[in-house]
Nanobody, 124 residues
Framework: QLRLVESGGGLVLAGDSLTLSCVASGTTFSMSTMAWFRQAPGKDREFVAAIRWTGDSINYADSVKGRFTISRDNAKNTVNLQMNSLKTEDTASYYC?????????????????WGQGTQVTVSS
């Protein structure tokens, strides 16, 4: 099991960029598919992006495709989410998730380990 800690959230203006990081504690990071989800107030948690444990497969939600980039650094047990051209509708709490040997699934139920989240607020 991984312990996941997100950071990098904040208040930005529409059109700005922000990079979120998730640091994992544990020995199975390199064997884990990592994902980002987000949850806006009053809405369900939704998939944002995932990167396979092998690094050779990435999946993005249509709403962020072309604007967000997920990457991982196994040497640092870190997965990042580079967010460009932010929109007010990107405002949400962003959560890091992991599943050992998983694929780049978009379903919440596929992931075992979750962080506590980091808040991103995009103002117009």
């Amino acid at each position: 099991q991984l312990r996941l800690v997100e950071s990098g959230g904040g208040l930005v203006l529409a059109g700005d960029s922000l990079t979120l990081s998730c640091v994992a504690s544990g020995t199975t990071f390199s064997m884990s598919t990592m994902a980002w989800f987000r949850q806006a107030p009053g809405k369900d948690r939704e998939f944002v992006a995932a990167i396979r444990w092998t690094g050779d497969s990435i999946n993005y939600a249509d709403s962020v495709k072309g604007r967000f980039t997920i990457s991982r650094d196994n040497a640092k047990n870190t997965v990042n989410l580079q967010m460009n051209s932010l929109k007010t509708e990107d405002t949400a709490s962003y959560y890091c998730a992991a599943i050992r040997y998983g694929n780049v699934w978009s379903a919440i139920s596929q992931y075992n380990d979750w962080g506590q989240g980091t808040q991103v607020t995009v103002s117009s």
